[in-house]
């Protein structure tokens, strides 16, 4: 079992919906939490960090942790087609934020 | 403002040979790392570097070597190329021990043959 599950989609929803991504963790010991979009053929950029739980909102972007249920997500409000990107989410333990584990990413397709 | 440096964007090796891929930053950033992305596997830590001077093995380092000799570069060596080897491989750097890497180069496609 990874340490790190996230449903790879391909999942695609029309222009203004709300987005909803997430991913599941099974090591307790993790503290930061990220999530990144990447565009096809393009490194990974950061979107969200957040480190322990609660919640952290961004323009049209808001991410959760939840460590009780090891469950973050990320939400995505009025969608644009600029949107249309691969998510991926990260996370890392107590020895920083350096040590990254990635999910599998989650393709998204927003429609004009 | 260059961020962050990959050469080259592209590669062909042949099984067994040894290459260097290039990674550079000028946002003097203490923490670099490289990373390996294949398909349904998301990002993997091959290794990551503190400082000048300071490295260590991240999931899967087998096979490849690194060094830190200035906080600008952090090259990865890879020793005797394998198949295996084939992925799109990205650096990033930080500024802090609890900074995200926000900052990724655009990749180097490998392929080995």
């Known amino acids: 079992q990874k340490e790190v599950e996230q449903d790879p989609g391909p999942l695609s929803v029309p222009e203004g919906a709300i987005v909803s991504l997430n991913c599941t963790y099974s090591?307790?010991?993790?503290?930061?939490f990220m999530w990144y979009r990447q565009y096809s053929r393009k490194g990974p950029e950061l979107l969200m960090y957040?480190?322990?739980?609660g919640n952290k909102e961004d323009g049209r972007f808001t991410a959760q942790v939840d460590k009780s249920s090891k469950y973050i997500s990320l939400f995505i409000r009025d969608s644009q087609p600029s949107d249309s990107a691969t998510y991926l989410c990260?996370?890392?333990?107590?020895?920083?934020?350096?040590?990254?584990?990635f999910g599998q990413g989650t393709r998204l397709t927003i429609n004009p | 403002n260059a961020g962050v440096t990959q050469t080259p964007k592209f590669q062909v090796l042949k099984t067994g040979q040894s290459m260097t891929l290039q990674c550079a930053q000028d946002m003097n950033h203490e923490y670099m790392s490289w990373y390996r992305q294949d398909p349904g596997m998301g990002l993997r830590l091959i290794h990551y570097?503190?400082?000048?001077?300071?490295?260590d093995q991240g999931e899967v380092p087998n096979g490849y070597n690194v060094s830190r000799s200035t906080t600008e570069d952090f090259p990865l060596r890879l020793l005797s190329a394998a198949p295996s080897q084939t992925s799109v491989y990205f650096c990033?750097?930080?500024?802090?021990?609890?900074?995200?890497?926000?900052?990724f180069g655009s990749g180097t496609r490998l392929t080995v043959v």
């Open positions: 570097s503190v400082g000048a001077g300071i490295t």
């Open positions: 990033a750097s930080s500024t802090s021990f609890a900074t995200a890497p926000g900052a």
């Open positions: 090591n307790s010991a993790f503290q930061y």
């Open positions: 990260a996370m890392s333990d107590v020895q920083g934020a350096q040590k990254l584990v």
């Open positions: 957040t480190y322990s739980s």
